[in-house]
């Protein structure tokens, strides 16, 4: 997946936090580096996908996973992720458009922790109704993101949001750095002369 966050994810959470990151594309998505295989199913075929990310993460012994979704990526999570082998979930942005009661009631029945990130000025979904609708889940927790919007642009955002991710996921050596190097650039001090 090419989204700025989720690539900063991955480049970022394992050399910060010790975290693996796999990320992937659903079927169908598209952007300006192509298009997966596939047809997009609305919420439902895209279980697979997640299936399949999950057994690929487990065959290689990359410890217990969370699944992370982003926008309609969260709803894939809430509508499936209550019966995968994960410890937990992390949702960005929310829109709970295709999410029923339904799906919440079976988080709630998990019992596995759910955090949702919800930008203060999220078109979609906004942090009070985020609020009202995730309270059928007791162990939901609603974290909003104060002056952020449903993309989550700009530093500021991206920091705050992979700190909040890394925070839910157990990492405890926090907060996250505020510079990083990048992934092709080492942290060592160059000796002079």
């Known amino acids: 997946m090419d989204s700025h966050l989720f690539r900063k994810a991955a480049w970022r959470l394992p050399a910060l936090t010790g975290l693996a990151v796999l990320r992937f594309n659903s079927r169908g998505t598209e952007s300006s580096l192509g298009r997966s295989s596939g047809v997009f199913e609305g919420g439902v075929g895209e279980r697979h996908d997640a299936e399949a990310a999950l057994a690929w993460v487990l065959d290689h012994g990359l410890g217990s996973p969370w699944l992370v979704g982003w926008s309609f990526g969260s709803e ?12 937990g979930a992390v949702l960005l942005s929310p829109p709970l458009k295709r999410t029923g009661s339904a799906h919440l009631l079976a988080w709630a029945a998990s019992r596995k922790p759910l955090v949702a990130l919800v930008p203060e000025r999220d078109q979609f979904l906004p942090p009070a109704p ?7 889940v007791s162990q939901a927790k609603v974290v909003p993101g104060k002056g952020f919007g449903h993309l989550w642009i700009g530093e500021r955002a991206v920091h705050w949001a992979l700190g909040n991710l890394a925070m839910s996921t157990g990492v405890t050596d926090m907060p996250l750095p505020e510079t990083w190097l990048g992934p092709y650039q080492t942290y060592a001090k160059k000796e002079t002369p």
Do not use: Q
Request: hydrophobic share 65%; proline share 5%.
């Open 76 to 87: 894939v999570v809430l509508m499936h992720g209550a019966t995968l082998p994960i410890e």
């Open 130 to 136: 985020a609020k009202l609708r995730f309270a059928m």
